[in-house]
């Protein structure tokens, strides 16, 4: 199971060129101006041989009167609250602030053993007693890191970060990327290793993400409400995920449970943020996610970012639509225009299954199911290499990849890479390199017509022949 690291710290410190860094990408925004990383950012990072999530937060300000502040401070709690490992970045530059000695003392808080820190809200008491240690804790889920070290000189800066009570400091440049080799040693070396979740292989995970209200509770509750005995729960390694084994009515799975049902108390945080950390574990830890999109409200952005989470890690889609009992027009005029309205925000992937749902009636919930199934098997579909070549082959000849600089691309073969996650095409060709993004969506659009792999991604690859 894959862990999460996340980067906190006060507004331009350089947290979103660090994030670019170890993610290897341009994906986050860099600018001098402060605050200029409202939203978090997502990417993976891979490091000899292992991977992990990071997620970028955006600039925290403590008893700030500026609004947005106040959002990416209860962010950063949340990713805080999240995540296996917190990256707090200073800049070593400007020296020890008085609001990075404020996000120590907020930190060094979540360096208490969970189980402790999560009552400390409710005792006065605990709070003084935890004060009064914070002091001389040294956590082992938080690493200071100090960016900006960008000479020699700098360095002698590092002995001030001491008083943060946050142990040994580690300088890195991100614009340069000095020191962020050690640094990912040391990540590495703090975060969890990948234990075995007790979970039988070989049987499918479903997930049901979504935004706040979309009625994730009630269509795991719908799903699970009757026959409990049936059904066996396995906490799962990575904070609070709760898997429910399923196998009734000719269906055996775990739901991979996301709904926050067990943790109601971090609602009160922000909703919007708390949901996309939430979905991020979910989805990496599934084959096949059920986005719930409330029929009341249409697509959202909320729904968007989910919805690319669910690409960037490779999993299947199924599109639930729930509330539809509470939509007043059901005909099949509407219905066709809430569909096209979601393919073509979620464009170019449009092969994959939407059904009207209501949690609250149980209407079709039996469908959504039975389609996550579907999905599943899709997504484990082997397609012969005779039968893929009779079919494509044609297809390239009497449309072939268009000349570039006079050169013509000859596709000759195709084959499905086998044991992949999920269905993997590589067309082999003399000039790999000239053909471009539009033409494998082209030829991943001509495999899907021909063979059923709806819902399911697909990886096309042009290799030398």
């Known amino acids: 199971m894959g862990n999460l690291v996340a980067i906190v710290g006060r507004p331009n410190v350089g947290k979103s060129t660090l994030f670019n860094r170890l993610t290897n990408s341009r994906q986050a925004i860099v600018s001098d101006q402060a605050g200029t990383t409202r939203d978090r950012q997502y990417g993976k990072c891979e490091w000899c041989g292992r991977e992990f999530s990071v997620v970028d937060t955006g600039g925290w300000v403590v ?18 609250e999240e995540a296996d490992l917190v990256l707090f970045l200073c800049d070593i530059k400007n020296g020890v602030t008085d609001l990075d000695m404020d996000v120590a003392q907020i930190l060094r808080k979540f360096s208490v053993k969970s189980s402790e820190f999560r009552d400390v809200t409710s005792s006065a008491e605990k709070v003084k007693s935890l004060n009064t240690q914070h002091s001389t804790l040294n956590s082992p889920t938080v690493i200071l890191v100090l960016n900006k070290a960008d000479d020699g000189k700098d360095l002698y800066g590092q002995y001030d970060f001491y008083k943060l009570g946050l142990g040994d400091p580690w300088c890195v440049s991100a614009a340069t990327g000095s020191g962020t080799g050690d640094l990912l040693d040391k990540i590495m070396e703090m975060l969890p290793e990948k234990k075995d979740d007790g979970l039988e292989e070989g049987i499918p995970r479903f997930a049901v993400v979504g935004r706040p209200n979309a009625g994730k ?28 084994r399923y196998d009734k009515f000719g269906f055996d799975f775990y739901l991979v449970d996301t709904a926050g049902i067990r943790r109601k108390n971090k609602v009160t945080e922000d909703l919007e943020f708390y949901s996309v950390m939430r979905s991020i574990r979910a989805i990496e830890n599934s084959d096949v996610c059920i986005l719930m999109i409330d029929a009341t409200r249409g697509i959202e952005a909320q729904d ?17 639509v729930n509330k539809w009992d509470l939509v007043e027009d059901k005909s099949q005029v509407a219905i066709a225009t809430f569909e096209n309205a979601i393919r073509e925000r979620m464009a170019p992937f449009r092969d994959f299954p939407i059904i009207f749902t209501s949690a609250l009636t149980k209407q079709r919930i039996f469908k959504v199911l039975e389609t996550a199934k579907q999905v599943y ?89």
Do not use: C, H
């Not at 008893?63 to 805080?80: G, H, L, M, P, W």
């Not at 509770?217 to 429910?244: K, L, M, P």
């Open 217 to 244: 509770s009630s269509i795991i509750n719908a799903f699970i409400g009757e026959d409990r005995n049936i059904v066996t729960e396995i906490a799962g390694t990575t904070r609070d995920s709760i898997y429910t």
């Open 304 to 320: 968007m970012n989910i919805f690319q989470l669910i690409q960037k890690n490779n999993k299947s889609l199924v599109v639930a």
């Open 63 to 80: 008893n700030s009167d500026d609004i947005f502040e106040e959002e990416i401070r209860k962010q950063v709690v949340i990713a805080t």
């Open 377 to 465: 098997l899709n997504r484990k579909a082997r397609i012969g290499t005779t039968k893929l070549n009779e079919v494509m082959l044609p297809i390239i000849e009497a449309t072939p990849p268009p000349s570039i600089k006079g050169k013509y691309v000859k596709i000759k073969y195709v084959s499905q890479v086998p044991d992949t996650q999920i269905p993997t095409f590589i067309f082999y060709a003399n000039l790999p390199q000239y053909v471009k993004e539009p033409y494998k969506r082209f030829l991943e659009n001509k495999i899907r017509e021909n063979w059923t792999l709806t819902g399911s991604p697909i990886n096309v690859f042009v290799r030398q022949k």
